[in-house]
């Protein structure tokens, strides 16, 4: 293999698929991404076996091959590098050198034979959706994944999609957040999948504001193409719980209030919250909404928001970090809130979204 390559353009590709390589892993050959080289393109893949990502770069070719390289120090020697061109080419044993203007790094490498080979995927129908609408469904349900692994099913996000629909969901079993945009054009199937929380995060690290995402389901895994970036990952077995069920029929009775407004006041409340005192009291009066905190030995607030509402006096405690989660990434300058009686949801709907919160005890 030798190949010609600006060192910015590499560094790119390096920054796509290095993310999910660890230092710390039990086969050494996970600490390397894969250099592959062939009609003008060099393929850089790296995997963690539950993950993976291939990228492409138009590169000047002398010689085709493959080899992988340790990612974490292939990244900072290429990062260090001067401006400009790269030469990079492999000697005998597996060492590969590299060079910039003055100066040669050379760095052993293992042979590609021992790297995990890229998922292929049969089926040729995809999902199309844009990036720009993936983007918002991740961003608005990724905070409510759960986290405890005893709820493996809850470590993701479930994707559905049926005719000319996408849907996203999350939960931990305290909160739920929903959101569901239009496919690109409609879909023939029906898909029903838990993403892991990690491959979502790599989704949208790649995701831009224009353009599409096609969506391609394997048996056990699922490949989403993003511009050429391919991520390829493993679907968490098992069945999502019925979130239907849970979420309350509208009401009438809704509170007006500025997004902004109603963040800020619960962030100050907040200030006063420990691990054994999180609950803030939300008192819910005509034209007014008082955010109130008391904790032991640490001390008390109260703030009285705005807001459009007139009906009857509602009081009910909260874990404030449930509301800063989801109102810092909603985008509406006011939003509408159904607070449905101390011991029930309190329940958000926009557009296309839906948030609802379980009341804590006081």
Known sequence: MKIKVNKEELLAGIGVVGNIVSPKTTLPILSNMLLEVRDDILKMNATDLDIGISCEL???IFEQGAITV?????????RELPSGEVMIYTRKNNQIEIEGTNCQFKLNGLAKDEFPKFPEFKEKDTVLIKQSDLKEMIRLTSFAVSYEESRYVLNGILLEVSGDAARMVATDGRRLAKIEKKLVQPYGKDINIILPIKAVGEINRNLKDNGNCSITLGATQVLFNIDGVLIATRIIEGEFPNYKQVIPKEIAAKVKVKTQDLLAAIRRANLLSTRDFQAIKFELFKEKLVISKSTPDVGESREEVAVEYGHNEIMAG??????????????DERIEMEFLGPDKPCVMRLRDYLYLALPMRL
Do not use: G
């Open 58 to 60: 138009p590169v000047h």
């Open 70 to 78: 340790p990612a974490k120090k292939f990244s900072d020697i290429i």
């Open 318 to 331: 909260f874990n404030p970090q449930f509301f800063i989660d989801v109102l810092k990434n909603i985008a």
